[in-house]
């Protein structure tokens, strides 16, 4: 089931995501929605707030980057096909940065339709996390994997892109910005005046 991505000015995006403490089929059926919401808007990345369930969970798709991105990663200390890999869901997510180097690129963000900006990040990390069974995992990446993770799990401590985005990146967004957020709050006041009333 695709589910609705709330957008930039919802509340929930700056919630932090609980601690699951179920891993059961609900939660597997709910990975799968996330999966299929994240391929029908062709993101490489989905954290729960984003579908407005306040949970620890996201999930990351490397399968719909350019085949020229180049990165590496480790997971459980080996290297398995990264198609094995992805869509790859991240539980309890806590990051740790490798080394110093960091490296600027443009991000988009599913909750941000149309809003690009330069955004500097650690280039390497480790990411200690649980899967859809509770099972604990290490990967340790760079690149576009190292930034989209990063990226996903700033959603689930309400972290968003733009604040992690200097002056001179936010200067242009002022306005799309503004904008995105007062048709978001005008979503959730008919969204909240609709659900108040009786059903006919
Ligand atoms: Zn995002």
Redesign the pocket.
């Known amino acids: 089931m695709i589910l609705r991505v709330t957008q930039y000015g919802d509340p929930v995006l700056r919630k932090k995501g609980e601690k699951i403490e179920q891993f059961d089929a609900r939660l597997e059926e709910f990975s799968r929605d996330m999966w299929e919401t994240m391929g029908a808007y062709d993101?490489i990345?989905?954290?729960a707030p984003?579908v407005s369930v306040s949970i620890s969970m996201c999930v990351v798709d490397m399968r719909v980057a350019q085949q020229s991105e180049v990165y590496n990663y480790r997971f459980d200390g080996k290297q398995p096909p990264i198609e094995l890999l992805m869509p790859l869901v991240l539980i309890h997510p806590e990051i740790e940065f490798l080394g110093e180097a960091e490296t600027v690129r443009e991000?988009?963000?599913?909750?941000?339709p149309e809003i690009y900006g330069e955004v500097v990040r650690p280039e390497a990390i480790r990411v200690k996390f649980q899967d859809l069974k509770g099972a604990h995992h290490v990967l340790e990446c760079d690149g576009l994997l190292g930034r989209v993770v990063q990226?996903?799990v700033?959603?689930l401590n309400g972290i968003?892109?733009i604040d992690r985005m200097d002056r001179k990146a936010l200067k242009p967004l002022d306005r799309p910005l503004k904008r995105l957020k007062k048709l978001t709050s005008t979503f959730l006041a008919e969204k909240s005046k609709n659900s108040a009333q009786p059903d006919q």
């Open positions: 993101g990345g989905l954290a984003q991000e988009g963000c599913l909750s941000f990226h996903e700033d959603h968003l892109f």
